[in-house]
């Protein structure tokens, strides 16, 4: 069997070749992949120095003939080729991988399988068979992926390919320390690795855990893990308790893994092998770790990502490729490997499992800006950029579009509340001028009293000076000059009712009453005007809820109104009705006049604020009406009469009735 | 003036209407209620000495209408006003239509007497002046029409000559007439049937 595994490609050819051959795994396949780049880095010294003789081999014979037209690239992998780790590290490679239009890049590949297999007997293979297969083409720039690959081809350069500047990456720089000083055609970025940052981010983030649980394996690579976290952990010691689960028998692991509770973090680089003695899938291990445990998993590496853990510092292969590839065009376009200028290293970036940070409990905004997040699933921003932007768009607009109606409406509320104010003042006033008309009527209601009360006073005064005993008769006169002193302070109480400016009320109140006040108010007045006043009031008790004396105000307005209307008529005309009927979820109170009615046009501005057919009026007096039994959620209207005259409305809604004001506030 | 006064209150409101008719009474005159202007016309007054105390506004007929029945039916009570509310212009009817006085409620008593103290004086004054008058014209109603047309003449200061020419009689005749005319209104001269005749002018003139 060949000890190599191998395919070629040609770069911008989308699909990678086939595996040519794959060599010294006795393993199944799946048990084969998911090496990290960490461990293979470590393990092949010898391989590298058996690739060197291979390539120097290659150099002492001359290549066959040879494809000039062709940038061939040889890439070179410390382990198989199909590791979820290599595979992600070559998409970035082919990312970046560009050659001169006349020389088309051709890739091939090449695997040592470390760590399976390995040793000096191996590396004289691999190097006389590298040396063999590529002696027609040899390659123009090699990839050595990792540090077994790196290891193994400056030890056999000069066997195989000594004239192609090799580009490594995927190596640590402190590995890449001990195989330094390179020679200055073996460029590359170096890996920044280092555990102590997971470690650190899984302690902050599980701010509970008291203790760190650490699994290692077996293997030889495990244990290089296991000595490097040992180290690491003592920079944890204040904030939790360290328990290595190191090189034991995978149920065992998986057992303890499961007893583990809220009190602890998990950190683990997988195993290659475990306690007993089972070769690993490091990525597979991982994963039965992660199903298996009760506290968060931490891992090392971003292929591990996916498998259960939350997440930690790890490079990225793929990352890792692109700047080999770029390195490597470089290189094929001719330039010096010296010339080129380098970064440092890559740096490590933070990748996390959004699923499993939903599952712990993480929150969003600990996570870094710089974090890569896996599995989040994209927002619908993501997936419909142009749909969301106008949805967002609109409901911008909208949401501005209801603020300033919201601003708007309160400002009309204000305004509202303001002119109501300024209405109820009108309806004081108004309620002064009524009594302004009516000083006459008034005047006369208190006087008629008060000239009963002087003269009983005089009658008395000349019956005790007559000298006669005349007892009853005085008594009498002091009970009626009592009884007209009643009458004339009903009237002034009647009268600072209506004129003072009161808060208004919401009170049931009977109408039937509150008209029949009106007409003691307006009796006078009517027959001071030498006009009938007549007042029809409902049969059964009607209840209204509101303020009494606006609604007096009202119709007070109205038949007064009536009374000028018919002010010049003959006299049997010279009539005021005013009636109440039920209507409609109501009562109807209807103020009729026998005057020249309402000319048409002016029926529909009859109610407007400042219109006036009187040469004296203000025009404010049905405006207020209006308002007052709008405020009591009725209506007032005008129409003229079947005959002659006209009748004007108001309708009020009554307590109880549906529709009408029920609760009693105030 | 044997008869004591009649006073008449004419006022819906019967409040005031008693303490009026109580204050009279406790002043000594003699006063009868009525409580609308109605009751008034359909209780002519008894033919004495008085007065109407008149509420200007009332139901009905007003105060005004009641003074102008009052006057068409040849009652010559003298009218006097009371006002809870006058205007100038209803007190200016009233006043051309006759009244006594206008008063405003509620009025003092010396302001009522003194109104009705007035209103009385003048019932009086009327009254004697139209009995005069009314004996006057008695005496009159005796005269033939040719005496009656001889003594105008004489009135007038015209001789007998003149007259028998004017009436187409004889001169004899007139001195007939005239000496039966000056028996029967018992006149001694004709200078005095002169001023009897122009007195009763002057009477029925008023």
């Given at each position: 069997m060949?000890?190599?595994?191998c395919?070629?490609?040609?770069?911008?050819?989308?699909?990678l070749?086939?595996?040519?051959?794959?060599e010294g795994?006795s393993?199944p396949?799946?048990?084969?992949?998911?090496?990290?780049?960490r461990?293979?880095?470590?393990?092949?010294g010898r391989?590298?120095?058996a690739?060197?003789?291979?390539?120097?081999?290659?150099?002492?014979?001359?290549?066959?003939t040879a494809a000039?037209a062709?940038?061939?690239v040889?890439?070179?992998y410390?382990n198989e080729r199909?590791?979820?780790?290599?595979?992600?590290?070559?998409?970035?490679l082919?990312?970046?991988?560009?050659?001169?239009?006349d020389?088309?890049?051709?890739?091939?590949?090449?695997?040592?399988?470390a760590?399976?297999?390995?040793g000096?007997?191996f590396?004289?293979i691999?190097t006389?068979?590298?040396?063999?297969k590529?002696?027609?083409?040899?390659?123009?720039?090699?990839?050595?992926?990792s540090?077994?690959?790196?290891?193994?081809?400056?030890r056999?350069?000069a066997?195989?390919?000594?004239?192609?500047?090799?580009?490594?990456?995927?190596i640590?720089?402190?590995p890449l320390?001990?195989?330094?000083?390179?020679?200055?055609?073996v460029?590359?970025?170096?890996?920044e690795?280092?555990f102590?940052?997971?470690?650190?981010?899984a302690?902050?983030?599980?701010?509970?855990?008291?203790?760190?649980?650490i699994?290692?394996?077996a293997?030889?690579?495990?244990?290089?893990?296991e000595?490097?976290l040992r180290n690491?952990?003592?920079a944890?010691?204040?904030?939790?308790t360290?328990?290595?689960?190191?090189?034991?028998?995978?149920?065992?692991v998986l057992?303890r893994?499961?007893?583990?509770?809220g009190?602890a973090v998990?950190?683990?680089?997988?195993?290659?092998?475990?306690?007993?003695?089972?070769?690993?899938?490091?990525?597979q291990?991982v994963r039965?770790m992660?199903?298996?445990?009760?506290?968060?998993v931490y891992?090392?590496?971003?292929?591990?990502?996916?498998t259960?853990?939350?997440?930690?510092y790890?490079?990225?292969?793929?990352?890792?490729?692109r700047?080999?590839?770029?390195?490597?065009?470089?290189?094929?376009?001719?330039?010096?490997?010296?010339?080129?200028?380098?970064?440092e290293?890559?740096?490590?970036?933070?990748n996390?499992?959004w699923?499993?940070?939903r599952?712990?409990?993480?929150?969003?905004?600990?996570i870094?800006?710089?974090?890569?997040?896996?599995?989040?699933p994209?927002?619908?921003?993501?997936?419909?950029?142009?749909?969301?932007?106008?949805?967002?768009?609109?409901?911008?607009?909208q949401a501005?579009l209801i603020?300033?109606?919201l601003?708007?409406?309160?400002r009309?509320?204000?305004?509202?509340?303001?002119?109501?104010?300024?209405?109820?003042?009108?309806?004081?006033?108004?309620r002064?001028?009524?009594?302004?008309?009516?000083?006459?009527?008034?005047?006369?209601?208190?006087?008629?009293?008060?000239?009963?009360i002087?003269s009983?006073?005089d009658?008395?005064?000349l019956?005790?000076?007559s000298?006669?005993?005349?007892?009853?008769?005085?008594?009498?006169i002091?009970?009626?000059?009592?009884?007209d002193?009643v009458r004339a302070s009903e009237v002034?109480s009647r009268?600072?009712?209506?004129l003072a400016?009161?808060?208004?009320?919401?009170?049931?109140?009977?109408l039937?009453?509150?008209?029949r006040e009106i007409e003691s108010?307006l009796?006078?007045?009517?027959r001071?005007?030498?006009?009938?006043?007549?007042?029809?009031?409902?049969?059964?008790?009607?209840?209204?809820?509101?303020?009494?004396?606006?609604?007096?105000q009202v119709?007070?307005?109205?038949?007064?109104?009536?009374?000028?209307?018919?002010?010049?008529?003959?006299?049997?005309r010279r009539?005021?009705?005013?009636?109440?009927?039920?209507?409609a979820?109501?009562?109807?109170v209807?103020?009729?006049?026998r005057?020249h009615?309402?000319?048409?046009e002016?029926l529909h501005?009859?109610?407007?604020?400042?219109?006036?057919?009187k040469?004296?009026g203000?025009?404010l007096?049905?405006?207020i009406a209006?308002?007052?039994?709008?405020?009591?959620?009725?209506r007032?209207?005008?129409e003229?009469?079947?005959?002659?005259g006209?009748?004007?409305?108001v309708e009020?809604?009554?307590?109880?009735a549906?529709?009408?004001p029920s609760?009693?506030?105030g | 003036?044997?008869e004591t006064?009649?006073?008449?209150?004419?006022?819906?409101?019967?409040s005031?209407?008693?303490?009026?008719?109580?204050?009279?009474?406790?002043?000594?005159?003699?006063?009868?209620g009525?409580g609308?202007?109605?009751?008034f016309?359909?209780?002519?007054p008894?033919?004495r000495?008085?007065?109407?105390?008149?509420?200007?506004r009332?139901?009905?007929?007003?105060?005004?209408?009641?003074?102008?029945?009052?006057?068409?039916?040849?009652?010559?009570?003298?009218?006097?006003?009371l006002t809870?509310?006058?205007n100038?212009?209803?007190?200016?009817r009233?006043?051309?239509?006759?009244?006594?006085?206008?008063?405003a409620k509620?009025?003092?008593?010396?302001?009522?007497?003194?109104?009705?103290?007035?209103a009385?004086?003048?019932?009086?004054?009327?009254?004697?002046?139209r009995?005069?008058?009314?004996?006057?014209?008695?005496?009159?109603?005796?005269l033939?029409?040719?005496?009656?047309?001889v003594?105008?003449?004489v009135?007038c200061?015209?001789?007998?000559?003149?007259?028998?020419?004017e009436?187409g009689?004889?001169e004899r005749?007139?001195?007939l007439?005239?000496?039966?005319?000056?028996?029967?209104?018992?006149v001694?001269?004709s200078?005095?049937?002169?001023r009897?005749?122009?007195?009763l002018?002057a009477?029925?003139a008023e």
């Amino acid at each position: 069997m060949l000890p190599l595994s191998c395919t070629e490609d040609l770069v911008h050819l989308p699909a990678l070749g086939p595996l040519l051959v794959s060599e010294g795994v006795s393993d199944p396949p799946s048990r084969v992949e998911g090496v990290s780049f960490r461990r293979s880095a470590r393990s092949a010294g010898r391989w590298l120095a058996a690739a060197a003789v291979a390539a120097l081999g290659i150099l002492v014979a001359p290549p066959a003939t040879a494809a000039p037209a062709t940038s061939n690239v040889l890439v070179l992998y410390s382990n198989e080729r199909s590791l979820p780790a290599n595979l992600e590290g070559d998409r970035g490679l082919l990312q970046t991988v560009r050659a001169p239009v006349d020389r088309p890049a051709m890739l091939f590949y090449e695997s040592l399988g470390a760590p399976r297999v390995g040793g000096p007997a191996f590396d004289r293979i691999a190097t006389a068979y590298l040396r063999e297969k590529y002696a027609s083409r040899p390659p123009r720039v090699i990839v050595a992926v990792s540090e077994e690959a790196l290891d193994f081809l400056l030890r056999h350069r000069a066997e195989l390919f000594p004239e192609a500047p090799v580009v490594h990456t995927g190596i640590d720089q402190l590995p890449l320390r001990s195989l330094a000083p390179l020679p200055a055609d073996v460029v590359g970025v170096p890996v920044e690795y280092g555990f102590s940052p997971t470690i650190d981010l899984a302690l902050r983030w599980h701010p509970r855990a008291r203790r760190l649980v650490i699994v290692t394996g077996a293997a030889e690579p495990d244990r290089r893990f296991e000595a490097q976290l040992r180290n690491d952990v003592s920079a944890f010691k204040d904030r939790a308790t360290t328990e290595f689960l190191a090189a034991l028998p995978m149920h065992a692991v998986l057992r303890r893994l499961g007893e583990l509770r809220g009190d602890a973090v998990v950190f683990t680089p997988g195993m290659f092998q475990d306690g007993d003695g089972y070769d690993l899938v490091p990525q597979q291990s991982v994963r039965a770790m992660a199903a298996a445990a009760g506290a968060p998993v931490y891992g090392a590496f971003s292929s591990h990502i996916g498998t259960g853990i939350v997440g930690g510092y790890m490079p990225s292969f793929e990352v890792m490729g692109r700047q080999a590839g770029l390195i490597v065009s470089e290189l094929l376009a001719g330039a010096e490997p010296g010339a080129l200028h380098l970064p440092e290293f890559t740096p490590q970036t933070l990748n996390v499992d959004w699923r499993q940070l939903r599952r712990w409990g993480i929150d969003e905004s600990a996570i870094p800006r710089d974090a890569v997040v896996h599995f989040k699933p994209p927002t619908l921003y993501e997936t419909h950029p142009n749909e969301v932007l106008i949805g967002t768009a609109v409901i911008v607009l909208q949401a501005g579009l209801i603020s300033w109606l919201l601003v708007e409406y309160r400002r009309r509320r204000v305004a509202e509340s303001a002119e109501k104010t300024r209405r109820l003042e009108l309806a004081h006033v108004s309620r002064l001028a009524v009594a302004g008309e009516l000083t006459g009527s008034i005047a006369h209601e208190i006087n008629q009293p008060l000239g009963a009360i002087l003269s009983n006073a005089d009658a008395a005064d000349l019956i005790l000076e007559s000298g006669t005993d005349r007892r009853d008769e005085v008594r009498r006169i002091l009970a009626d000059i009592r009884r007209d002193g009643v009458r004339a302070s009903e009237v002034i109480s009647r009268l600072r009712a209506m004129l003072a400016k009161h808060e208004v009320e919401c009170k049931p109140f009977e109408l039937n009453e509150a008209v029949r006040e009106i007409e003691s108010m307006l009796g006078t007045e009517a027959r001071r005007r030498g006009l009938t006043l007549a007042i029809r009031p409902a049969t059964g008790p009607i209840a209204v809820v509101g303020d009494r004396i606006q609604i007096q105000q009202v119709l007070i307005n109205l038949v007064l109104n009536a009374m000028d209307a018919v002010a010049d008529l003959p006299e049997e005309r010279r009539t005021v009705v005013v009636s109440m009927e039920s209507a409609a979820g109501g009562v109807d109170v209807a103020v009729r006049d026998r005057g020249h009615g309402i000319a048409p046009e002016h029926l529909h501005r009859l109610f407007d604020a400042f219109f006036t057919t009187k040469s004296n009026g203000m025009g404010l007096g049905l405006s207020i009406a209006r308002t007052i039994a709008d405020a009591h959620g009725g209506r007032v209207w005008a129409e003229n009469g079947p005959g002659e005259g006209a009748v004007v409305h108001v309708e009020l809604p009554v307590a109880g009735a549906t529709g009408g004001p029920s609760a009693v506030s105030g | 003036m044997s008869e004591t006064p009649l006073i008449h209150v004419v006022d819906d409101d019967e409040s005031l209407r008693t303490s009026l008719l109580r204050l009279l009474g406790a002043a000594g005159f003699e006063a009868r209620g009525y409580g609308s202007t109605g009751d008034f016309l359909l209780q002519p007054p008894p033919d004495r000495p008085g007065c109407v105390l008149l509420d200007l506004r009332m139901p009905g007929p007003s105060g005004l209408e009641l003074q102008a029945a009052l006057k068409r039916q040849g009652v010559a009570l003298p009218v006097i006003f009371l006002t809870g509310h006058g205007n100038v212009a209803s007190s200016v009817r009233a006043m051309q239509a006759g009244a006594v006085d206008f008063l405003a409620k509620p009025v003092k008593r010396e302001t009522l007497f003194e109104a009705l103290r007035r209103a009385l004086e003048r019932d009086a004054q009327e009254r004697t002046r139209r009995e005069e008058a009314d004996q006057l014209r008695a005496r009159f109603a005796s005269l033939t029409a040719r005496e009656r047309e001889v003594v105008d003449s004489v009135a007038c200061g015209k001789l007998n000559k003149q007259i028998a020419h004017e009436l187409g009689i004889a001169e004899r005749t007139v001195k007939l007439h005239r000496a039966s005319a000056m028996a029967k209104l018992a006149v001694g001269s004709s200078a005095e049937l002169g001023r009897l005749a122009e007195r009763l002018r002057a009477l029925t003139a008023e």
